[in-house]
């Protein structure tokens, strides 16, 4: 059986399954009756869709990779109030973007359950900042459940939705890399329900439109129901004392640093308490005051920001506790990236005084890499016409880059990324630089992220006459997270797919060229005449991602391969030190294309990049 079959299969209640962090949520879902799913794609949370998307069909949910986080949120809350259970997840930084709706469907309630999944990335793994996402629960006044591993993943989501029910209120589910990727057995559980595909919205105008007459009364109302949970919280399993020795130091904690202050525990045979906090807004102040109580010093071990340990103090201090209280707030933890086991060892030997023994770090044989963009892939064709072009037309840009694969572009040998903060924030940008510096701009945004937010920084710049060249480039994919779809992608729906030269077109703007970035000719024919152009000029680069055309190649059995002539190669090193595709390489004083890594693009074979035309096809592979 297919892992996506055994997922679905009811039968498998009880069996256990090995499970990632994210498929162990998606079988949540499906054992929540979860009947309407919505996600932007965003690691770490990518699996989830990839995998619901997957079986959605067949469990007769409705699925959607929605145009942005906000979407997202806006789909799943109307699902909810219409009487259908609904799942939205994002990573950290798209909550950001849904957290307008976000913040007031917590004054609004909801109906069926829904539960908000934020999947945040201490050290950056993938990401451009690593916000600490529980502070959104606290700001929005809305439930926070954090689970440590996979099997509290799922078993966790299904209780998220009870307490949305409950108290008709959205539950934020808060996952980190480390559970999310976390491999691990899962308990299977019973799929309940059918999934509900129809339902009716029954009106309430003075608790759904939240105008500030309505809004004063639902704040106050919001205010009672958080304070239920919290009264309630001390008596959910979501939250319990693991007691090691005979009771000596106390550690709180909670969700991936739970795993390494077991760990650290074990190792070390230390003599502890640990309150593990698996529903952490609102805080379980009783249970938390109890502990307290109980040992004469408590370690509140947390990734990112203090936020448990504040509430660990507030605690203390209101029921007038001496307890000691260590954490970071007094410099024994790091603010900042995930914790191991050895870096809570490391703090907690200082606190505990017992002695430290470092993990030897494993030299590693590799040498560093930095990550490149694949050999084949349209983003290099079009990077290298835009350096061609500035370089011919004499100018001096500012490059404003944006979120995606083609982020890349900051690296040697292309350095044209000068800033890079958001989703959509190249062309945004792009309206600043180009107001008050009177440089040209040349902002590069993906397909997938245009449709997220980069159109209506295009319609800004636009209104009000602002001079920049917008290079899209669009793959037919949101590519960095998985290859999924996107608006623009041409799937088997019935539906058109949306195209970004309509959309340009319809802001008014006249001054658009549509390229295949493979045609280095025709692309920088068209970059020297934007840059000409004072006003607002887009390029649609457009190719498909190398890694589908190298799949529906290999399919095909189409895949050629290119080679060096070495009678015709004038040893110029163009191809290596600016074009820079991965499978071109110098071996004894020899430039040599690696078969195994060519995806027979043929753009490093054009007089653009090798003058000399030494490079060849070689022959067909497949
Ligand atoms: S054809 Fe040239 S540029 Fe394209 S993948 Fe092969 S070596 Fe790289
Ligand atoms: S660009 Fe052409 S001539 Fe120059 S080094 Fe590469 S293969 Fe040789």
Redesign the pocket.
């Known amino acids: 059986m297919t892992l996506l079959s055994l997922l679905l299969d009811n039968e498998e209640n009880g069996k256990k399954l090995f499970l990632l962090g994210n498929e162990a949520i998606a079988r949540g879902a499906l054992e929540a009756s979860v009947s309407v799913v919505t996600t932007y794609p965003g690691t770490p949370s990518s699996e989830i869709g990839d995998t619901l998307y997957d079986l959605h069909k067949e469990a007769g949910i409705k699925f959607q990779f929605s145009v942005n986080e906000k979407v997202a949120v806006e789909t799943a809350f109307a699902a909810s109030i219409s009487g259908v259970r609904s799942l939205v997840f994002m990573k950290h930084v798209g909550l950001n973007v849904a957290s307008d709706p976000f913040v007031t469907t917590a004054y609004t309630g909801t109906r069926a359950g829904m539960v908000v999944l934020t999947a945040d990335d201490p050290s950056m793994y993938s990401s451009q900042n690593e916000q600490d996402n529980r502070h959104y629960a606290e700001l929005a006044h809305i439930p926070m459940i954090e689970p440590s591993n996979p099997q509290e993943a799922k078993d966790f989501l299904v209780k998220a939705y009870e307490i949305s029910e409950k108290y008709n209120i959205p539950v934020l589910f808060r996952t980190t890399t480390r559970v999310a990727h976390m491999r691990a057995p899962v308990a299977l559980g019973k799929i309940e329900k059918e999934h509900v595909s129809v339902a009716q919205f029954v009106k309430d105008p003075e608790r759904f439109v939240s105008l500030p007459s309505n809004a004063l009364r639902l704040k106050e109302k919001l205010i009672e129901k958080i304070s239920e949970i919290e009264k309630e919280s001390d008596s959910y399993d979501l939250n319990r004392i693991e007691r090691i020795g005979s009771g000596g130091i106390g550690i709180i904690t909670s969700g991936a640093s739970f795993n390494s202050v077991m760990d650290v525990v074990n190792e070390y045979a230390l003599d502890a308490d640990i309150l593990k906090i698996g529903l952490s807004y609102p805080a379980p102040r009783d249970m938390i005051s109890a502990f307290l109580s109980e040992h004469e010093r408590v370690v509140v071990i947390e990734e990112l920001d203090p936020y448990l340990e504040n509430n660990v103090r507030i605690t203390s201090q209101i029921n007038g506790l001496k307890t000691i209280i260590n954490g970071k707030i007094d410099g024994y933890f790091s603010y900042s990236h995930e914790f191991t086991p050895d870096t809570v060892a490391q703090s907690l030997s200082k606190i505990m005084g017992f002695p430290y023994t470092p993990i030897v770090a494993v030299k590693s044989v590799l040498p560093p890499r930095p990550p490149v963009l694949c ?2 892939c349209p983003h290099r064709a079009t990077y290298y016409a835009v350096e061609r072009a500035v370089k011919m037309m004499k100018v001096d840009p500012v490059y404003s880059s944006d979120i995606g694969c083609y982020s890349l572009g900051f690296y040697e040998p292309y350095r044209e990324a000068d800033t890079m903060i958001s989703m959509g924030s190249s062309i945004g940008l792009a309206n600043g630089f180009s107001l008050v510096s009177g440089r040209k701009v040349i902002a590069f945004i993906g397909d997938s992220t245009f449709y997220h937010s980069g159109i209506e920084p295009l319609i800004n710049a636009y209104h009000y006459g602002l001079n920049m060249l917008v290079m899209i480039l669009d793959n037919d994919v949101t590519a960095m997270t998985g290859q999924q779809p996107n608006p623009g992608s041409d799937t088997d729906t019935e539906v058109a797919p949306v195209k970004i030269e309509e959309i340009v077109r319809g802001i008014g703007i006249s001054d658009i060229a549509i390229v295949d970035p493979y045609d280095t000719a025709v692309t920088l024919k068209a970059i020297t005449s934007a840059l000409r152009n004072d006003g607002i000029s887009v390029i649609i680069s457009r190719r498909e991602c190398a890694i589908l055309r190298d799949r529906k190649m290999q399919k095909n059995g189409k895949l050629q ?2 080679t060096v002539n070495q009678d015709k190669c004038g040893l110029c090193m163009n191809c290596v030190e600016n074009f820079a ?1 991965p ?2 390489y110098i071996e004894d004083k020899r430039i040599k ?1 690696n078969p195994d890594l ?8 054009q007089v653009y990049v090798c003058p000399y035309r030494a ?1 060849e096809v070689e022959h067909a592979s497949i």
């Open positions: 050999p084949g391969v290119y595709c499978a071109i294309i060519c995806d027979g693009c043929g753009v490093c074979s490079i």
